[in-house]
């Protein structure tokens, strides 16, 4: 079965500073890998995705992820994080043919001004 | 503006009732999903659908059942609600590849 780790429960970054948040997963074949953020009381949107193909990713708001199929992660990454960006992070694995998604423990992020 | 809306979207209940929450897709997806979202454990996947009548189990599925008559509709049933299932169950539906999320369902058992 699959599953995925983040190990960083809470992050905190300055406006402006670079930003780069870990996921790690468990799957035997290759998993579909994906990001969601969720500002508070919102529900949860989806920042990218992996399937196949390009290792590097690229997402909305300015957002990266780059699949390492040899450390079995998929980090998030951001060049340089506005104070919009606080919110809690998402890692998710998806497994073909099911279709089936877990998530992980999620990243909660903070922006210093 | 997604297509999908959970009810109720906030419900008190008491220890050992039944409870029913619905999850509604005006889209299509063949795909929907019940997870619950507590501190410290992100979303754990309860439930999910394949097809109408199909369904399977999720990571946290012991306590609840689910229903999948027609395509647009996938309901949670906690039979005899419990402390424990104090949450916030958020409902998703999907074809292939990225999900949609609903707005969320905060459920306190009292």
């Known amino acids: 079965a699959q599953s995925v780790t983040q190990p960083d429960i809470h992050i905190t970054v300055s406006e402006g500073a670079s930003l780069e948040l870990r996921c790690n997963y468990s799957y035997g074949a290759t998993p579909y890998l994906f990001w969601y953020v969720q500002s508070p009381g919102q529900g949860l949107q989806l920042l990218l995705k992996?399937?196949?193909?390009?290792?590097l990713v690229q997402g909305i708001k300015g957002f990266e992820a780059e699949f390492k199929r040899s450390q079995s992660s998929f980090n998030l990454r951001k060049p340089s994080v506005h104070w919009s960006d606080a919110a809690e992070y998402f890692c998710a694995v998806g497994e073909s043919g099911t279709y089936k998604y877990i998530f992980g423990t999620g990243t909660r992020l903070k922006v210093l001004a | 503006d997604a297509g999908i809306t959970q009810s109720p979207r906030h419900k008190v209940t008491e220890t050992g009732t039944p409870v029913t929450l619905r999850c509604h897709q005006t889209e299509n997806h063949r795909y929907m999903y019940w997870y619950r979202q507590d501190p410290g454990h992100g979303l754990r996947l309860i439930h999910y659908?394949?097809?109408?009548?199909?369904?399977d189990k999720g990571e946290v599925s012991d306590g609840y059942s689910v229903s999948r008559s027609k395509t647009e509709d996938f309901l949670l049933t906690l039979e005899s609600a419990t402390s424990s299932q104090t949450s916030v169950y958020f409902c998703?539906?999907?074809?292939?590849?990225?999900?949609?999320f609903g707005e969320g369902s905060r459920l306190t058992v009292l």
């Open positions: 998703a539906m999907g074809n292939t590849g990225e999900l949609f």
């Open positions: 659908s394949y097809g109408v009548k199909d369904t």
């Open positions: 992996y399937f196949s193909g390009d290792t």
